[in-house]
C-alpha cells in the first residue's frame, strides 16, 4: 500500500522507520517533514522514487532535512536525477538491491555531505560518472553486483 498523506502532519518525527511492511510508494510529502532527518524505507515494495521530489509546477522545492535515506531491497528502476537537488543534506544513501539499470544519475555529486553511498546489487552500467569523484567526504562506496565498465578515474 501506500504510506497515508496524513503522515505530513507529524512535524516533529526525526527518525520514521517503515522496513520490512508492502509499501508500494511514498508521498512527496514525506520530504516536506521539517524535522524529518532518518527515512528508512528497506525492505518494501517501492518501484519508483517520485519525480516531483525536486519540483512542483516548475518551482524548486525547499531543501529536505533529511539526512539518512534507506531505500535498499526495493523494486526501484531509476533515480531521477532532479531528486538530489531536494536531499543535499544527505550524509548516508542506500539505494543497493534494487532493479536500478541507467547510468549513475550525474546529480551525486551535488551532495557534497554524503559519506556513504551503497549502490551494491543493481544493474548500473557504464563508468562511475566523473561527479562521484568530487564527493570530498564520501567514506564509503558501493558498488559491487553491477556491470560498470572501464578503468577508475586516477583521481581515485
Known sequence: GDIPLEISLLDNIQHLSLTKNFITSFPLEVFGLPSLRILDLNKNLIKEIPSSVSETNGDPLPSSSLEELYLGFNRIKFIPD????????????????????????????????????????NYFTGTIPTEVYGLANLRTLLLHDNILTGSLSSAV
Open 82 to 121: 532532479s531528486m538530489f537537488q531536494r536531499v543535499r543534506n544527505l550524509t548516508h544513501l542506500w539505494l543497493s538491491h534494487n532493479r536500478l539499470s541507467t547510468p549513475l544519475p550525474p546529480g551525486l555529486g551535488q551532495l557534497a555531505s554524503l559519506e556513504d553511498l551503497d549502490l551494491g546489487s
